[in-house]
Nanobody
Framework: QVQLVESGGGLVQAGGSLRLSCVAS????????MGWYRQAPGKQRELVAT???????NYADSVKGRSTISRDNAKKVVYLQMNSLKAEDTAAYYCWCIAQAMGVMIFRSYWGQGTQVTVSS
């Protein structure tokens, strides 16, 4: 199976920056896309940014221009650099990937446990 562990969340003032990291581990044969989603209290989980194994990126309009997603394929790590943070960025941030585990024929989605980002205004 595939495990995702996030780090880098915390409390930051509005206008500040944070860098989230997520490392994938376990019996991994191949990782396709990786990315970040977030969920604020009382709201549905929403996409923040994704990146393919080839480096193609996709961002939610709400973070476009303020965030940068990147990955290190060799280390199986995905990063999310968030700048100019706003109170509305406050949420639990979840790492996500599409991966093929060893001995499994199909790709499927995996999720991390989440890391809290709180932006104080």
């Amino acid at each position: 199976q595939v495990q995702l562990v996030e780090s880098g969340g915390g409390l930051v003032q509005a206008g500040g920056s944070l860098r989230l990291s997520c490392v994938a581990s376990g019996s991994i044969f191949s990782i396709n896309a990786m990315g970040w989603y977030r969920q604020a209290p009382g709201k549905q989980r929403e996409l923040v940014a994704t990146i393919t194994s080839g480096g193609n990126t996709n961002y939610a309009d709400s973070v476009k221009g303020r965030s940068t997603i990147s990955r290190d394929n060799a280390k199986k790590v995905v990063y999310l650099q968030m700048n100019s943070l706003k109170a509305e960025d406050t949420a639990a941030y979840y790492c996500w990937c599409i991966a093929q585990a060893m001995g499994v024929m199909i790709f499927r989605s995996y999720w991390g446990q989440g890391t809290q980002v709180t932006v104080s205004s």
